[in-house]
């Protein structure tokens, strides 16, 4: 089975600067179809999970555009490159052929 | 605008069942494979199962495998999960989400949750 490892699980970032959150496969997220299967969630608290990026770097529609993926094979990136205090939550990644998600990273304001 | 609403959640003891379900409108329902996914208190998301367009391909975590039943009405735009012998571990909110249009996941639209408690 597929693990999937995010680092940090926390993560204090001061409102207006960038802010990073790495996911590990424990194998590659290639497909059959060539296509990289790595999808990035947010929650907010209180809230349902919202999908943010999938295939690696596909922003969703209403997605800000300071939001960006990134990554190849087994190691992958969420960047925020200015963090808003909407932003805070925690962020997930899930392996996107067998729905494993990583342990969430919890990002908060300092 | 796609929305998705749960209901059948609540409180039940060990051992016991309940159906979740979930309805579906803003979106043609029938093309789309549907999923539930679970989040115990305080904990991470976990995928429980998924169902095609038609109803005939189901999938399920092991860990709910001969417990839980997915199912779909499409002439009522619903989804449901029966869920028997019921346990502690099986406590969680639980979201109804849209996948796309083939196997692969996708999980690009979310409900509100319901909450399962299972205790005596």
């Known amino acids: 089975d597929v693990v999937m490892t995010q680092s940090p699980l926390s993560l204090p970032v001061t409102l207006g600067q960038p802010a990073s959150i790495s996911c590990r496969s424990s194998?590659?997220?290639?497909?059959?179809?060539?296509?990289?299967?790595l999808t990035w969630f947010h929650q907010r608290p209180g809230q349902s999970p919202r999908r943010l990026i999938y295939k690696v770097s596909y922003r969703d529609s209403g997605v800000p555009d300071r939001f960006s993926g990134s990554g190849s094979g087994t190691d992958f990136t969420l960047k925020i490159s200015r963090v808003e205090a909407e932003d805070v939550g925690v962020y997930y990644c899930?392996?996107?052929?067998?729905?494993?998600f990583g342990q969430g990273t919890k990002l908060e304001i300092k | 605008e796609v929305q998705l609403v749960e209901s059948g959640g609540g409180l039940v003891q060990p051992g016991g069942s309940l159906r979740l379900s979930c309805a579906a409108s803003?979106?043609?329902?029938?093309?789309?494979?549907m999923s539930w996914v679970r989040q115990s208190p305080g904990k991470g998301l976990e995928w429980v199962a998924n169902i095609n367009q038609d109803g005939s391909e189901k999938y399920y975590v092991d860990s709910v495998k001969g417990r839980f039943t997915i199912s779909r009405d499409n002439a009522k735009d619903s989804l449901y999960l029966q869920m028997n012998s019921l346990t502690a571990e099986d406590t969680a909110v639980y979201y109804c989400?849209?996948?796309?249009?083939?196997?692969?996941?996708?999980?690009?639209?979310w409900g509100q949750g319901t909450l399962v408690t299972v205790s005596s």
């Open positions: 803003g979106f043609t329902f029938r093309i789309y494979w």
């Open positions: 989400a849209r996948d796309g249009k083939t196997v692969l996941p996708s999980l690009h639209f």
């Open positions: 899930m392996e996107g052929t067998h729905y494993t």
């Open positions: 194998q590659s997220l290639v497909y059959s179809d060539g296509d990289t299967y």
